[in-house]
Nanobody, 122 residues
Framework: QEQLEESGGGLVQAGGSLRLSCATSGRIFSGYDRAWFRQVPGKEREFVGYIRWEDGITYYADSVKGRFTISRDKDKNMLYLQMNSLKSEDTAVYYC???????????????WGRGTQVTVSS
């Protein structure tokens, strides 16, 4: 069974850091590009960034560029999101997603985790 599972969320003060992880299981994910999205209640899911699984090339939303870093461990099939200089507006549920082709649009991802809450206090 193919699964994505996020972890590492929590409460952090503004200016602090958190590292999210996304574990994937299932053969179908081999080579799939991965992405991070976030969502707050009442708003659409927002693109954070993606990583091309095979070569590690990343792309970020302007709102997180320079503060967040996406990385992966191909051997462990793990995806990471290092978040630094956190702001209150980064508060959201963070989701990892997977699909054969990367995109900035959530509708184009076929596989999702359940999300992990990140709360940044000001």
């Amino acid at each position: 069974q193919e699964q994505l599972e996020e972890s590492g969320g929590g409460l952090v003060q503004a200016g602090g850091s958190l590292r999210l992880s996304c574990a994937t299981s299932g053969r179908i994910f081999s080579g799939y590009d991965r992405a991070w999205f976030r969502q707050v209640p009442g708003k659409e899911r927002e693109f954070v960034g993606y990583i091309r699984w095979e070569d590690g090339i990343t792309y970020y939303a302007d709102s997180v560029k320079g503060r967040f870093t996406i990385s992966r461990d191909k051997d462990k099939n793990m995806l990471y999101l290092q978040m630094n200089s956190l702001k209150s507006e980064d508060t959201a549920v963070y989701y990892c997603a997977a699909d054969p082709q990367n995109s900035i649009y959530s509708r184009e991802y076929g596989y999702w985790g359940r999300g992990t809450q990140v709360t940044v206090s000001s």
